[in-house]
């Protein structure tokens, strides 16, 4: 069942910025998703940065989940350019598998990139568009407006005929400024208070099944109270690209000026969630990093197979 559940998630996965923002056409200005032929016709902009955020998620023989660095795949094919953002090492924190790194910490390691603050950046991911999302979402969460998400990431740049490339590239050392906007990322005393506030709408973004309680990948079965179901799974289509217009508001049922707060296992899947919620007009939206992981560290904190 877990196989099979996630095998779903490995093919699908400041405050009311401006929706009118959300989507770049090939020739205008950039939007917060860009397609691949935007990118191929900027990519020789000084000011354009394409970082690949690969994460391969394997299954071992008991169905235990582990996370696999994508470098290896960056190696043998990448977007001519890009740079490999590590989401696992130099982009995580310390305390815990995924942990969202401190503010300097996460500045000092896009200075190793070269990132600069007025730089703009795209990025995209070769097989799960979660960690795009995830990748996107700690931009913005540092202070850096001007960046995307490649719909579709990798499979979308090779389906439109574009070249590949195997070498890496120079970067020269920054100083990234940060600015953080803390009101993007949550954390277990503010879900504790969504459960008690009829205001504050919690969204569990894993599969039906796990929400339902019919298996548990982080321990206890179910969901945290209050939270309704928006499963990434159902937020892009087959080919990895994000449902656009009424297509997506079938499965984004919520009010548009309610404050939302996604979870899922470990900050990844709800970070994908919590980017279509943008895109269909929800203002106010944050993640939960730490997630389920966080939630049932402590063994307080209730969670319901209650629909």
């Known amino acids: 069942m877990k196989a099979a559940v996630w095998a779903l998630v490995l093919l699908f996965p400041s405050l009311c910025w401006a929706a009118s923002e959300a989507r ?4 205008g200005e950039m939007g917060e998703l860009v397609t691949a032929d935007w990118l191929h016709a900027h990519l020789d902009d000084d000011d354009l940065i394409v970082l690949d955020s690969s994460v391969l998620v394997l299954l071992d023989e008991n169905q235990q989940m582990s996370n696999v660095s994508g470098y290896q795949d960056f190696l043998e094919g990448h977007i001519p350019g890009a740079r490999f953002a590590d989401l696992l090492v130099a982009l995580s ?3 815990a598998r995924l ?5 300097q910490a996460f500045a000092t390691a896009l200075g190793e990139l070269g990132i600069r603050n007025q730089d703009k950046i795209v990025v995209y991911s070769s097989a799960m568009h979660v960690w795009s999302a995830r990748l996107w979402w700690m931009l913005k969460w540092i202070g850096h407006d001007r960046v995307a998400i490649l719909d579709g990431g990798l499979t979308a740049w090779r389906d439109a005929g ?3 490339a195997s070498d890496e590239v120079s970067t020269t050392r920054t100083q990234y400024q940060p600015r953080v906007r ?3 990322v949550s954390d277990q005393s503010a879900v504790r208070a969504a459960i008690q506030s009829p205001e504050i709408q919690l969204v569990d973004a894993l599969p039906a099944a796990h929400y339902r309680g019919e298996f548990s990948l982080y321990g206890r079965a179910g969901h945290i109270p209050t939270a309704v179901n928006i499963s990434a799974t159902e937020l892009t289509d087959a080919h990895g690209r994000y449902r ?7 499965f984004v049922d919520l009010p548009r000026d309610k404050p939302v707060i996604t979870y899922c296992g470990g900050g990844v899947a709800a970070a994908a969630t919590a980017f279509a919620l943008r895109q269909a007009g929800v203002k106010d939206v944050s993640v ?7 939630w049932l560290s402590n063994p307080d904190n209730p969670m319901t197979t209650d629909p």
């Open 24 to 27: 770049s056409s090939d020739a």
């Open 93 to 95: 924190g310390t305390e």
């Open 99 to 103: 942990a969202m790194p401190t503010p």
């Open 162 to 164: 574009y070249p590949v």
């Open 182 to 184: 803390a009101e993007l």
């Open 244 to 250: 656009r217009g009424d297509e997506l508001s079938v």
């Open 288 to 294: 939960y990093m730490g997630s389920l992981q966080d």
